[in-house]
DNA sequence: ATTGCCGGGAG
DNA sequence: CTCCCGGCAAT
């Protein structure tokens, strides 16, 4: 019968008061156990980003970058300044390396994403003198190009025609690489490419002039200003590089909107403009990582309209060498969340987790806000029904069983005073129902 | 096999 | 309500 439950009576207020002694020990206890807890994100230790940790591989992209740059280099403002990028793309693998100058080097600087005239955009090298270069190949992208030119009114210039297009794509890009490269920026070079083939013959993405335009204009989401894009196109970027998707960088300070192109460019927009430093002088702590996420456009011009959601197809994880600049030195240790992961779930939450994370460095105010606007997200993922399942329910584990708790890890205090203490449980235990005592 | 606790049932 | 427990899911 109950006699046993008799026993409890020595301290009627149990249930009342769990506090009783023991659980003031036990409360330690509580917090080892709890220890565990932060494991939820492993990122990668040292160069390697995982979006999303269990499925991701796909993005290996090892920078040397920042990391690297930072260890050495003396005062480098731009930590950017990556040695080497490797990406892979879509099964391609991408190497670029640049050369790497000293530790302080001018080099590595950018031009100066400055942003001296904002709309710059119009300046873009854009290849007035296309020169024919009929591959039949290219007629394709000529035409995607042309499109996409058609649509900015920027690069119209020139155009005489479609093959004046193609050329553009190509045109341009060659003539950037040749002069970055060799002046500006180590950034660049990734695509002028490998060292071991001087002359490309064939751009493997031809539209990345275009796509950038592009955008700049659809990326930017937009809403507030209207032209808070002015890329800079200064700074060609060097990373990603998908046939139809391009990656740029969000200030995400609150009212700002702008996209640059680069990271450095970001980071210095958002280091003079919104922290107030200088620039160039100062070194950065990295602080400026946390203010700027980089989004991934969908450029190609037939599917720009769903663009949004659909980031890259199948695999958006190809595109998904977001790149490191990003962390390339601020955080050291979770570095690849940033990113966003393709498949992460990503998106909303994903920097919304950033920004958690990061909160620690430094003022994160405004990144509450970014957050919520972040309608870029849709750009990143595929996965967007689930993304917004979970972005909604926090609770997202839970796939069968309409409730049931995950089960939390802590002992509950069936084990911590084991049946002989029965009475020593909190009630909810006593009851079998959920430990209040030992909540996780 | 254990453990945590949901869903119910009995007072 | 409070008190219990069957039973299931997660370990």
């Not at 660049?188 to 993405?205: E, G, K, Y």
């Not at 570095?335 to 430094?362: E, N, V």
């Amino acid at each position: 019968m109950t006699s046993k439950r008799l026993l409890e009576q020595p301290r009627a207020g149990d249930s009342t008061h769990e506090g009783g002694e023991p659980v003031t020990g036990k409360a330690s206890k509580t917090n080892t156990l709890q220890e565990g807890a932060s494991r939820n994100f492993e990122i990668s230790p040292n160069g390697h980003y995982f979006t999303s940790t269990r499925e991701g591989h796909y993005i290996h992209k090892k920078f040397a970058c920042g990391r690297e740059e930072d260890e050495q280099s003396s005062g480098g403002v731009l930590k950017h300044g990556c040695p080497a990028h490797r990406l892979i793309l879509n099964g391609t693998h991408v190497e670029a390396r640049i050369p790497v100058r000293g530790p302080g080097e001018p080099g590595c600087r950018l031009p100066s994403p400055e942003t001296p005239h904002p709309h710059t955009s119009s300046i873009i090298p854009v290849p007035h003198d296309r020169r024919p270069s009929g591959l039949a190949d290219k007629e394709v992208m000529a035409a995607t190009v042309l499109t996409i030119l058609s649509t900015s009114p920027l690069v119209l210039n020139p155009s005489s025609s479609a093959s004046g297009a193609d050329l553009a794509g190509k045109g341009w890009k060659e003539s950037l690489s040749a002069s970055y490269s060799s002046s500006t920026s180590g950034n660049w070079s990734w695509d002028a490419s490998d060292q071991s083939v001087p002359s490309t013959p064939s751009p493997p993405l031809s539209n990345d002039p275009g796509k950038s335009f592009l955008l700049s204009s659809q990326s930017d989401d937009n809403i507030e200003e209207t032209e808070s894009t002015h890329f800079l196109f200064e700074d060609p970027i060097p990373r990603k590089r998908k046939n139809s998707m391009k990656v740029m960088f969000k200030c995400l300070w609150k009212n700002c909107e702008k996209v640059l192109s680069t990271s450095s460019g970001i980071q210095r927009h958002i280091r003079t403009i919104h922290l107030g430093r200088n620039g160039d002088s100062d070194y950065s702590d990295g602080e400026e990582d946390f203010y700027f996420s980089e989004i991934e456009v969908n450029m190609d011009p037939l599917s720009e309209g769903l663009s949004n959601l659909t980031p890259t197809s199948p695999t958006t994880s190809g595109p998904a060498p977001v790149f490191p600049v990003l962390t390339c030195d601020a955080s050291q240790s979770e570095p690849a969340r940033m990113i966003h992961t393709p498949l992460s779930q990503s998106a909303p939450s994903t920097l919304c987790h950033i920004r958690t994370d990061h909160a620690y460095q430094g003022p994160m105010t405004q990144i509450r806000t970014v957050s919520i606007g972040e309608k870029r997200q849709p750009v990143n993922h595929t996965t967007v029904s689930k993304t917004h399942t979970n972005t909604t329910s926090t609770s997202t584990s839970k796939p069968t069983t309409g409730t049931r708790k995950p089960r939390g890890e802590a002992k509950k205090c069936r084990k911590v005073y084991g049946m002989e203490k029965r009475d020593l449980w909190c009630t909810a235990c006593r009851w079998k129902k959920a430990c209040q005592r030992f909540t996780d």
